[in-house]
């Protein structure tokens, strides 16, 4: 027997069949996907540029040493020596590098291809993980505001028009893994728990995933600790609103399920580090009790007010602060979809697909005040990254979706009413992309394109073994390796090379870190050597204040430093001869990157045949390495970057070569004339 419904009121739409409603359910599931993976792609093949040096040195650097050993020469940092990051990320990327290598070794790939297969392999992994962070965030906002509600499209378009995500999400940043890992495990979450009126069925629905969102919650703070503090607030905030029953479901599931990656993790490290280490507890010791992170850069205690929040959500800000604190304030007009009749509750047949059976009210408090309490905290560590706030980004975009929505409202798109405010949704999606634009494919871009010359300055001093096939296609042409797995986690073989190819030496001026290093370089033949900057690790009071690294060293007398460090400068006096130092070269552990005195004993460092360095060097450079009888000559100059915030870092990105090395030009002929005999 039908209900009744009051005079003048629209009759609820009937609710699909079950069957039917999985059916068109998994088709727009589909379709959202298709349109995330054609997003994600188009952020793949556009992102050309440099952004910080964790994106390699955290985990592409110890990844390629995990797949391929020590002897391919990655650059590994103090963090690792020192057990600081969970071995779960890089272990990730050797994957993909193997897979990757296997490719090139199926299809016999050029030299110069199977390069580019090594290095855009990473790339694709992790635009497949930031897929996911849009996903699991979408499901997260059908989940709070209801299927096919306007506030999950409207949480969707945050995503997929966010230039930090286009820009960042395709990056090898341990943090774009984090927030990927945070969004799917907050879409499994037991929201209903928070609502006290919800059915026992819906609260019993809500539990099925707990277990993932547990499973995955803690593979996010083993890849980051500090991912411990959203889940710290929302557990609590999930305690007081649950049943005792409720609660000792969860009890149950997370000291069964929590413990999984907690045993894989450490199984793992253990293989890695050769010994039982817990490296967020050392994480933690060294970068927040001894504060030592402090050395990488210092900020003012608002910096994720002022400068991080703007940086991260751009247009969405004023949105997602008006949704912290109508949220925080739990003001339900504001926050939740419409919701069906109290008596339709008890008949969810009745309840549209676009409507929410259930108040979000307390759970959207709760993901306000984690948002706030993660922010405050943070702000009281002094070293302070725009990318640390990454995996709050899905608590920001479901938080401002209600705020956009009753903004850009939900009527006739022909009402004159509405094309104002449509008007300046445009304009907002135009600003975005070309602010993405802009900082994916021009802002220091300089930096990434050099690794790509000198890889290409590689090919063509081997030009003949690569043209002639004096050196075999697949593994042991692009590394001079196969078959190895990481040094640490699983020896240190290196084969033997079939035939050797020519080396090739270049030196990095520059701030420490500048460049991606192995990952964009490729082959061990190319051996390069740059500026350090270990930590004063160790140093306490005025011994650690007036520490300098060696980079600060060079730049604070660059003309001391090379005449200092370095030998005689190439004369077309004398035959010069490529020595070819390399970090290896190093009288260290050959895992770690030299310190500031790595070559005392050794004599002064040999120059190379390469030297990069940014336009802000150039009148020292032609003062100190410049001059009539000098060998060295500009060979390549590429655009890097418009502005830069570090004076070290102004101006185009300038290779000087000895003279005798091939430029880009003499490099296509070369090749163009082997090809046509």
Not at 42 to 62: A, C, I, K, N, R
Not at 157 to 163: D, F, I, Q, R
Not at 230 to 259: C, N
Request: proline residues 5%.
């Amino acid at each position: 027997m039908g209900t009744e419904h009051p005079q003048g009121a629209p009759e609820a739409p009937k609710k699909l069949p079950a069957i039917l409603h999985q059916d068109v359910r998994k088709q727009r599931q589909y379709d959202i996907a298709l349109l995330i993976g054609a997003v994600r792609t188009l952020s793949l093949l556009l992102t050309w540029t440099f952004f910080q040096p964790d994106e390699y040195y955290q985990s592409l650097e110890p990844g390629w040493e995990m797949a391929f050993g020590r002897g391919s020469g990655a650059w590994i940092t103090w963090e690792w020596d020192h057990q600081l990051r969970s071995s779960l990320h890089p272990l990730l990327i050797a994957t993909v590098y193997h897979l990757a290598n296997a490719i090139n070794f199926i299809f016999a790939f050029p030299l110069s291809m199977q390069a580019r297969v090594l290095i855009w392999a990473p790339r694709l992994l992790h635009g497949f993980a930031t897929g996911t962070h849009d996903f699991y965030t979408w499901r997260l906002a059908e989940k709070l505001f209801g299927e096919q509600s306007v506030e999950s499209s409207a949480v969707l378009a945050v995503h997929l028009l966010s230039p930090w995500l286009f820009f960042a999400g395709t990056r090898s940043f341990t943090n774009g893994l984090e927030a990927s890992l945070t969004a799917e495990a907050l879409s499994h979450w037991p929201w209903q728990w928070y609502d006290k009126n919800a059915t026992a069925e819906e609260r019993r629905q809500a539990a099925e995933r707990l277990h993932q969102s547990i499973i995955v919650a803690a593979f996010a703070v083993i890849l980051r600790s500090t991912n411990g503090l959203i889940w710290l607030v929302l557990t609590t905030s999930l305690v007081l609103s649950a049943s005792q029953d409720e609660l000792i479901h969860f009890l149950q599931r997370l000291s069964v399920f929590g413990m999984i990656p907690v045993v894989v993790s450490t199984a793992l490290d253990r293989l890695y580090y050769g010994e039982w280490t817990i490296p967020a507890a050392r994480f933690l010791g060294i970068n927040v009790v001894e504060n030592l992170s402090e050395f990488y850069g210092r900020n003012r205690l608002d910096y994720y007010i002022t400068e991080g929040l703007p940086l991260l959500l751009t247009t969405v800000l004023p949105f997602a602060l008006v949704g912290i604190c109508r949220a925080a304030t739990g003001s339900a007009q504001a926050l939740t979809s419409e919701h069906p009749a109290e008596q339709d509750r008890a008949d969810p047949q009745k309840a549209t697909t676009s409507q929410s059976v259930w108040d979000n009210t307390n759970a959207m408090r709760s993901l306000a005040l984690t948002a706030l309490v993660v922010i405050a905290a943070f702000s009281c560590i002094v070293h302070k990254e725009v990318r640390f706030l990454s995996p709050l980004f899905p608590i920001f975009a479901v938080l401002s979706a209600r705020p956009i929505c009753r903004f850009f409202g939900s009527g006739s798109s022909l009402a004159p009413e509405t094309r104002p405010k449509q008007l300046i949704g445009i304009a907002i999606a135009i600003l975005n992309a070309c602010l993405a634009a802009y900082i994916c494919t021009i802002h220091q871009r300089g930096v990434i394109d050099v690794m790509n010359y000198l890889r290409g300055q590689f090919y063509a001093l081997n030009t003949d073994a690569l043209i002639f096939g004096m050196r075999a296609a697949g593994p042991t042409s692009a590394l001079g390796i196969i078959g190895t797995y990481g040094s640490r986690m699983f020896g240190n073989q290196v084969a033997q090379q079939s035939e050797p190819l020519h080396s090739l030496s270049v030196g990095f001026l520059m701030p420490c870190h500048s460049t991606p290093w192995r990952s964009h370089l490729v082959h061990p033949e190319i051996k390069g050597w740059a500026l350090t900057c270990e930590p004063p690790i160790g140093l306490s009071g005025a011994a650690r204040e007036h520490y300098l690294d060696e980079a600060d060293q060079f730049y604070a007398d660059p003309r001391r430093w090379l005449a200092e460090n370095m030998g005689p400068v190439p004369s077309i006096d004398k035959p010069w001869i490529d020595e070819g130092w390399d970090v290896r070269d190093a009288p260290v552990n050959s895992t770690k990157a030299p310190t500031t005195n790595a070559f005392a004993g050794k004599g002064s460092r040999p120059w190379p045949r390469y030297v990069v360095f940014f336009e802000q060097l150039e009148r020292v450079m032609h003062d100190v390495v410049g001059g009539a009888r000098s060998r060295y000559r500009e060979c390549w100059r590429g655009f890097n970057s418009h502005w830069h915030d570090d004076w070290r870092r102004k101006g185009d990105v300038v290779v000087w070569c000895v003279d005798g090395s091939l430029d880009e030009g003499k490099m296509i002929e070369e090749l163009e004339r082997q090809q046509e005999l």
